[in-house]
């Protein structure tokens, strides 16, 4: 007899004896598939637990949690239990992420395939739990993207998953410039709000804006660049971006502060930048639009930032890399935060715009400071966790949770950077100064 969490298991095993309660027969089933014993403390819908008592504690609320992970074994059928409610973790979502990432890599658990034996044995215990069947219906919330990949089209609605759930929903989770990407902590106890000014005008001296001068801001979000480039530095900004939302958002604030001689946003994809602006803007930035391209469209848009500065002019690019077995987000971001993402390590990336005829000229690590901004992100969604679930339901945001703990992990434990690429348009004489402390 056990008692963890304030809930008493009544099954118990006998040394010897067959186990007889949920917890225990999965425990037993999935010693092939991870190398060994439980890794967590296990309570199954029969009451039965398994697993150390000290622990992190998961609960399997239904059968269908154990269906989801036979059907996808692995990130996604977790993450699907996980946003239904049907798997939960009990306490600190961080620190179980945590144990469980510590645990596969000393068991050195890379994906192998099992025995069949252990395939069989997994079988017959789902089926003796009760738990084998038709794989249960895709979370509402997971993405339903249709249409050839990175189609103009599909590229679209790809974007309005994520970024049309309402603008207030980003507003309780983002600063007040509404800056979705890497801040700049020039210390760990800055504000979030002064991170983020801070990103925005060095990306706008990277760029060397100076009154009048032009700027493509390609990928504009909400229009934090764009703004802010055009109050603080005086330039003049065109930005697009495809989400419908965004454009209203950034629309507004245009004519609050007056800035409709300096500032326009369209609606637009950036394989549909005119060509009468070819080489007519003096710099081109792009914050965290590169990773939704894809691969098989990165060499075009590499071309889309060359074609559009002039010669001599400058282009940066903020953007996510990813290292280890998956090259996209990996199989719950690409499922529920964004589909069709593409992340590559950095040096793939430089060598994309290297091809794409772009002069790189610095590479500016930020890994360590998005750890804070989504620290910053975290503590924001906690405090309005009440609205938010009222705006968007328990679902989206128990997906939320995993997208911003999971994110924060990742940039901690090294798996994902960000990095600001700096470069020129080599077909003409550049400003760049021969030092740069920025």
Known sequence: MTA?????STSSTTEGASPTGVAERLAEAVRPFIGGDLPVRLR????SEAGPAGAPLVELRS??????LLW???????AQAYVTGE???HHNLDAALTHAFSVARDRELGGGRPPLAAIAQAVRTAAGIGALGRPPAPPASQARIRGRLHSVLR???AISHHYDLSNEFYSLILEDSMAYSCGYHESPDVSLEEAQRAKLSLVCRKLGLEPGMTLLDVGCGWGSLSLHAAEHFGAKVTGVTIAAEQKRFIDARIAERGLADRVEIRLQDYREVPESEWGSYDAVSSIEMGEHVGEGNYPTYAEVLRRSVRPGGRVLVQQMSRTGRWPGGGPFIESFIAPDMYMRPVGETVAHLERGGLEVRDVHALREHYVLTVAGWLERFEGN???LTELVGEEVVRVWRLYLVGGAMAFRDGRMGVDQILMVRPDGPHDLPATRSW
Not at 72 to 78: Q, T, W
């Open 4 to 8: 963890v969490d304030g809930v008493v």
């Open 63 to 68: 059968p269908d949690a154990v269906r989801r």
């Open 44 to 47: 199954a819908w029969d009451g």
């Open 87 to 89: 798997l939960e973790v």
């Open 72 to 78: 996808h074994p692995g990130e996604l059928g977790a």
């Open 155 to 157: 590229d679209r609605r």
């Open 385 to 387: 966790v009440d609205r």
